[in-house]
C-alpha cells in the first residue's frame, strides 16, 4: 500500500512539474508574440517573471527590453545586468557540449551584448558547433566568412557554409543566401 501511495504521489508531481514546464513554456511563447506584435508593456508581464527563474532566453528578452525601451524604461546598464546573466547560462550549457548554446554564445560575442566583442572567440565556438553538426552553427560561421569578422573575408567559403545550412534545413542560411545574393560586391581594380 505504502508503495502504491508513493507512486501515485511521484506520479502527480511528475505530472505537476510537466504542465509547469509547459506553462512556462506557453508564456515565453505569448511573450515573444507579444514582443512580436510590438505589445511590450504585455510581452514584459509575461517574460521578466520567466527571466527571475532563470529562463535564458527570458532573460536575453529582458536584455532586449532595457537596452531599447521597450515596456520598460531604457536602462544601458540594466540591459548588460541581464545579457551577462543569459550569456552566463548559454556558456555554461556551451561548455557541456550543447550546440545551440555554442551558437547563442558566438552570437553574444559578435555582437558584444553583456560580453566584450570577441569575433576569434565567437569563431571557435560556431566551429565546435559545426563539428557537431549543427546547421544553424554552418549559417552563423558562413555569416562571418562573408563579412570578415574574426576570419578572413572569403565570400565563396561564406557561401559554401550558407549553401551547407541551407541544405540541412536552416532557415536563417536560406536569409542568409538571399541577402548575398542581392549583395554588389564591387569589381576589383
Request: aromatic share 8%; hydrophobic share 45%.
Amino acid at each position: 500500500m505504502r508503495n502504491s501511495r508513493q507512486m501515485l504521489l511521484a506520479t502527480v508531481m511528475t505530472a505537476v512539474a510537466a504542465w509547469s514546464l509547459a506553462a512556462r513554456a506557453g508564456e515565453l511563447e505569448d511573450g515573444i508574440a507579444a514582443f512580436e506584435k510590438h505589445d511590450f508593456n504585455t510581452a514584459v508581464r509575461l517574460i521578466e517573471p520567466l527571466a527571475e527563474q532563470g529562463n535564458i532566453e527570458a532573460e536575453y528578452f529582458m536584455g532586449t527590453f532595457h537596452m531599447y525601451g521597450h515596456g520598460v524604461a531604457m536602462d544601458p546598464a540594466q540591459a548588460t545586468v541581464w545579457f551577462k546573466r543569459a550569456f552566463g547560462h548559454w556558456e555554461t550549457q556551451a561548455r557541456a557540449g550543447n550546440p545551440a548554446a555554442m551558437v547563442e554564445v558566438a552570437g553574444m560575442l559578435t555582437s558584444g551584448l553583456g560580453v566584450t566583442r570577441d569575433d576569434k572567440a565567437a569563431v571557435e565556438w560556431l566551429r565546435k558547433a559545426s563539428d557537431l553538426g549543427y546547421a544553424e552553427a554552418w549559417a552563423e560561421l558562413g555569416g562571418l566568412y562573408v563579412e570578415g569578422a574574426g576570419v578572413p573575408k572569403d565570400l565563396a567559403e561564406g557561401e559554401r557554409l550558407l549553401k551547407k545550412a541551407s541544405t540541412a534545413g536552416s532557415a536563417r542560411a536560406d536569409e542568409m543566401l538571399a541577402a548575398l545574393s542581392k549583395r554588389v560586391e564591387p569589381a576589383s581594380f
